[in-house]
C-alpha cells in the first residue's frame, strides 16, 4: 500500500476503535435521545458514522445516486449498539482492503461524483477520514454536552 494512503488508514483505525469505545458509554436507551427536534438521534448518527467509510468508497468509486440510496437502505444497521458496532467494523474494513489494493496509479486517478465533485481517490479518503473525525467528534459532543459525562476516551495518539 501507498506509504501516505497507510498513514491514513492507520488514523482512520484509530478513529475507529475510539468511536467503538464511545459507543460502549452509551446505553442503548440512550441511542433513542433527539437533543434537538429535526435532528439525528444519537442512534441516527451512530448508524450514519456505521456505514460511512463504505459508502464514501463507493461515491469516490463512481457510484449512482441511486446506488448510493440502495446501499444506504440495504446497509443501514438495526438500532442496536452491537449491529451498529458490527457495521462500523465491516464497512471500514471494506474501505481498507479497497484502498489497500489500489497501485498509486489508481489512487492519482480522477473521479467525478453524482453530485459534480471530482477528485483523485486519494482525495477522496482524505475527504472520508474528515468526515469520520467531524462525525466522532460530533458523537463526543453529545456525550460530554447532552449526557453530560466524561467518556475518558482517547480520540488522538
Not at 467494523?89 to 484502498?99: A, P
Not at 496509479?105 to 467525478?112: A, D, N, Q, W, Y
Request: with cysteine.
Amino acid at each position: 500500500m501507498n506509504v501516505y494512503s497507510n498513514g491514513v488508514i492507520k488514523q482512520m483505525e484509530l478513529a475507529v476503535n475510539s468511536i467503538i469505545k464511545l459507543i460502549d458509554t452509551i446505553s442503548e436507551e440512550e441511542l433513542n435521545i433527539r437533543p434537538t427536534a429535526g435532528k439525528w438521534s444519537i442512534g441516527e448518527l451512530l448508524s450514519h458514522i456505521s456505514v460511512l467509510c463504505k459508502a464514501d468508497f463507493l461515491i469516490g468509486a463512481g457510484a449512482s445516486e441511486e446506488e448510493l440510496d440502495h446501499f444506504y437502505v440495504d446497509s443501514e444497521p438495526e438500532a442496536t449498539k452491537l449491529a451498529i458496532k458490527e457495521a462500523l467494523i465491516n464497512n471500514f474494513n471494506y474501505l481498507k482492503e479497497g484502498v489497500t489494493s489500489f497501485r498509486e496509479e489508481e489512487l492519482l486517478r480522477e473521479t467525478t461524483s453524482f453530485f459534480g465533485v471530482k477528485h483523485s481517490r486519494y482525495e477522496w479518503l482524505l475527504d472520508t477520514q474528515a468526515h469520520l473525525f467531524h462525525h466522532r467528534a460530533q458523537l463526543h459532543s453529545l456525550i460530554v454536552h447532552v449526557l453530560k459525562r466524561e467518556p475518558n476516551v482517547q480520540l488522538f495518539e
